[in-house]
């Protein structure tokens, strides 16, 4: 919350108000106090002015009448006949005309001859003083006399020789002082220090008072603190030496400190309005700004939901805000568009446009609940990879939207739906109506899937095979039936029937093997010896020695059950695994062979290979390096390939075998007679030898038959220059016919069932040692 738009523009406002008054504020202070310090010293240059102005008056007035004084003749034949009484009364009426009360005449050793007031002494030393009065520059002086404080002139009294002096003065009261703060509006004080004689305006001062202590240290507490109550300054004025007299100007600053201090405060209060009124508005401008921010936020939460209408914003918003809200709902339609295509794509094959297969059963899942019987029907078109292969996957593609169209129609008559569920495989459930109607609808629809094709101009016939389950007969979730269905078209491409109903069991079936080749994967991976081989000996009839053996592969699972080649092979085949398990297989023999090499031993081997093992392009490779790093010659190894194996990817792999021919490798073809190959084929296959199936040499001794077979099937080898081995020798009546039909090697339980490899030496020794 703190962290909100909302909260940031307010402090942002509300800071850059606050900023603003404290600078205002200082800069307030600063120029205001600036102000008053000028205003005060302008006062009191002005007060220094009035003062000086004064004191001038007062000095010409001083000068005037002491001129008056000593020009009147009457007074100077006075003085200069000592008439005692005129004298005095002469200074008196001259003093009250102007005002002076001081009017002394001294004769010229500065004895007081006589003065304004009868009878007057002082203490001071009078002559002393004139004499000095006389040296001093200045026309009017301050002296103090007799503990009061004068301006005073000294004027001599010429007759025409100066016959006396007049001394002629202002007292300084506090009166005076009183009178000049008056003018001034400033406190004035004089000092006489060394006479500690002091006046001045401040009538209540404290006792003692000292003006100099008083008015420079007297302090005021404020707001900001204690502050001087006065500006002072300080005159000197002319006095006598050690005597001097100084007059002291103070400023009372009280005044201007109230009107500041008021200013402060209604510049404090003005601040605080703006502050006020700052975070308002600025909360106002936050919410303008932030409320659509919020109402956007809802709506892209909305969005998140999957609800893309924009309707709820109001339209009382700023240009840039109602760009937003329309790129707003312009994105809205766009991702509601766009999801769509996606959940389609999502559902669908892009190249049929039916449902893909996870689709397939979410629809299934949900059909099913429905009160109503349905028949599952998975459609696997067969060979659709040579198609692709032969005529390119334009074509391909042109064969499934084809197929995809008649399958639609087919079941989109029955209220039906449909899936492709693989690259060549299709799934339409439809409503069973009855038992009846099915099969026919099964094979009517073979039918019209079976009925050529035109495509770009080509004339294409395609075949199918069609797995069967019905629901709920065969199984009840949407999981298991497809389960099923996969399971029941697997089992129509490999039993080679056009259809195939869905049979109990079917499921567990494949469950097993699923789990069959889970174990098998894990076997191979760890090599724990639950996989191994042996070896079972091949007679060679002509020179009565053992020197070949064909490997065939044991597996014992972790719980002590065996697990028939057969079946492991198969399944391995089926899931792709044969690649792994075959290579496990060369790696094993082939590091045999080498130990077998090793002690003196010499012994070719044959190895069981499917046809995905020939097609895989790392087969050739892997096989010579296995040879190379055991050093063992390709010609000990022969490979076993069935007919059917051999014929299955024909091209490729013949010349595969022919690659292996030609590094040295034996090639055999295994079970031979049970297959068809013609003998025009068998000619041309890059092989060394011929194995006879053991159907036709287990009975051999019984079956005339049999033995007419084999014999055509020797001949016939070895006139197209292979070898020829029969496998299955359980007698020794067998061996005996084979012998003379010149069979080349045999093999069977007659001689020893397939050992491990330690018993199989054994065997081998104790088969030297009789032989
Ligand atoms: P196959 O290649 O035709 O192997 C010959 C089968 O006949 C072996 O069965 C062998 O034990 C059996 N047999 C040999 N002599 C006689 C006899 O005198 N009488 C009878 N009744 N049977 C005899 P096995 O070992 O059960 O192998 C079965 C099949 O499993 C093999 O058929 C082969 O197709 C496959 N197989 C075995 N080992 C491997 C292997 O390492 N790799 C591959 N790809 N397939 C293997
Ligand atoms: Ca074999
Ligand atoms: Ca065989």
New binding site residues.
Partial sequence: MTNSLKNRVIIVCVGLVLLTTVVSLFSFWWSTSQFNEKKVTQDINVAENVYKQYLTAKESLLLTAAKVLTSDFGFKQAVATRDADTISSVLYNHSQRINAELMLLLDLSGKLISSNKPNQEFSNDLEQMMNELLTNAEQSNFVVLDNDLYQVILLPVRAPRTIAYSLVGFKITDEVATELKNLTNMDVSFIAEQDELVRSSLLSRPSPFSPNDYFYQATTSRIFGEQVIYRNRNLHLASLEGHSVNVLLSADLTQSYTEFERLFFTIILLAALTIVIGVVASSLLANNLTMPLSQLANLARQFARGNYSVDSMSNKQSNEIKTLIDAFRNMGNDINEREQQISFAAKHDTLTGFYNRSAMLEVLNDSLAENQEYTLVAIDIKGLRHINDKLGPRVGDDCLKAVACRIAAFSDELGGFHARIGGDEFLTVFPTSSSLNLKRGISGLMAQLEAPYTLQKLKINLRFSAGVVTYPAQGTLADDLMRRVLIAVDGAADEHENIHHYQEGEDEEHLESLLIIDELKQAIAEDDGQLFMTY?PKLNMATQKIDKA????RWQRKNGSWV???LF?DLAEQSGLIVEL?EW?IATVVKQVGQWQQAGIFMQAA????AQDIAYPGFHANLLHVLKSNSVAPALITI?LTERDMIENEEKGIQALENLKAIGVKISL??YGVGQTSLGRLKMLPIDELKLD?CFI?KLDQSEKDQFIVRSTITLGHQLGFSVVA????TRESLEILHDLKCDHI????LSR?LKADLFEQWLEQYNELA
């Fill in positions: 079972q064909e490997s065939l592969i028939s080649p057969e092979i075959t297989v190895i069981n290979v499917s076993e295994d079970d053991k287990l496998e299955g020798v359980e093999q069977g339980y007659y397939p």
